[in-house]
């Protein structure tokens, strides 16, 4: 028998992958529980709105992002500097099994969430800045560490994070947009520019 | 007596502005006729669907963001890096307007909608794919212009530019999720950072 916990979990994947592969509005309860496999009671007995289930599918891709993706890019078995350009890789080649998959370039499901719902959901809009701001920490981390050790002049380890971050969001727009994993490639070359001060006159 | 341009214009500003607020699918027909004062036999009279307005509405966009804004920015009244800076403080005092008159940072309305709509209607992606190219043109020439004048180290222009773009886009999307307008002017600061050869060991 189905416990409750997974026919939860199964409403949360749903919702997750419609949405990701189109958008939040396109896609609407009814069509979560036919994906899942569930009557609309049981799917509001787990949630009182879709917003709410958005909510908590941001909470697991929080979890999923922190230790699938940020984790092991910035695990330190190779040295900091290198971890930079592992993350821009990681976006790359996760990019390209989704394009292989479906033809279609998803890009960042918390950016493209805050793009479109933003300015519409303030609960939305403060779970994804919350998770922005924490993704940044291990890139600052990271940035200090290679400071320490000599491989980057001084710079501001918490702004060059986020100008890191930020660059990471934009080239995954810019990708989807093209529908094309090597630009997250070309251009994920540049990121690490991003923390050298630039000598302009 | 009102002519049909103007009729057609009001539809397009409407689908403009509430599109630029909220949503491509948040926003329907019907509140675009009411926002507009058409009916909606005027409407369809006009444009086919919601996504052929979408494609008119991005057309005037392009034309708008080429004159007033990449024209403006990269004119050749100042020295050309400080062309780039003069972009970037543009985004900045736009969004900065928009969040004084509503409360809410809007971000980039091609970004936005590139984010929501890619994976669902090719015709509007590829537009907006366009339009970034084109964005890139005059970033690539001012980079050009500055290496000539010895005021950049050899770069690639044509790379630089796509990543200083996607750059502007990525700071555009996390201003948009912080709902914070200074984000652009902190981050834009690095902007010039990614056409500068990165020295790291």
Redesign the interface.
Known sequence: MESVTDTRQRIINSARDLMF??????VGVQEICRDAGVQKGSFYHFFPSKRDLTLAVLDQLDTYFRNEVLGKAFAKDIPP?QRISRFFEMLYSGQSAIKAESG????CPF??L???????DEAI?KK??HF?QAAEQPIAETLTE?MEQ???PAIDPV??A??I???????M??A????DPK?LR??GN?A??????????
Not at 21 to 26: F, V
Not at 104 to 107: A, N, S, V
Not at 176 to 179: A, E, G, L, M, Q
């Open positions: 592969a189109r958008s939040y509005s396109e500097v279609q370039l998803y890009g950016g493209n805050a793009c479109e719902m933003s300015t519409q809009r994804i800045d922005f290679a000599g491989d980057l702004a060059s986020r100008a971050f930020a660059y990471a969001e934009g080239i727009l810019v989807k947009t093209r529908n630009v070309e251009l540049h690490l520019q991003l923390v050298i001060p630039a000598t302009v006159s």
